[in-house]
Structure formats: structure tokens, C-alpha cells
């Protein structure tokens, strides 16, 4: 199981949405539109399935949720 991510267009750092969808089915969704509150600069951040990618990297995923969960 991934992590949806996307870039901060504040910052440019990779922040994760708080979705975790495996390559596969991300692929296979519907365009989708979303907002996620940005734990980098705490501001909300609408996007598109076309501006996401899939983290599946654990040890990028335990960081982009470190930093998720340090910013609440």
C-alpha cells in the first residue's frame, strides 16, 4: 500500500494527503479533485489526481507521515 503525495506549491517539499492506495487502483480512479491541509506550510492546498503521485517507499512514507503528524 502507497501514500498518495504532492508538492507544496509553497514550499516545493513533497507532502502526503493522508490517502494510501496501492499503484494499481490509483491508477485505475477516476480523475478526482481534493484539498489537504499542508502540514509544511498550514495552509490548504486543492489538487488533482493528474498533480499526485503514489509513494510506496517505507522509508519515504514513515517520513511524510513524521512530518504530517509533527505539524498537527
Known amino acids: 500500500m ?3 503525495m504532492i508538492r507544496c506549491p509553497e514550499s516545493g517539499r513533497e ?3 493522508g ?3 496501492d499503484l494499481a487502483e490509483f491508477q485505475r480512479a477516476p ?3 481534493s484539498t489537504v491541509q499542508c502540514p509544511v506550510c498550514n495552509r490548504e492546498h486543492e489538487w488533482f489526481a493528474k498533480d499526485a503521485w503514489v509513494c ?3 522509508e519515504a512514507i514513515g517520513s511524510a ?3 504530517f503528524i509533527d505539524r498537527l
Open 2 to 4: 502507497g501514500l498518495i
Open 15 to 17: 507532502i502526503p494527503t
Open 19 to 21: 490517502i494510501e492506495m
Open 31 to 33: 480523475v478526482f479533485f
Open 56 to 58: 510506496d517507499s517505507p
Open 65 to 67: 507521515w513524521d512530518t
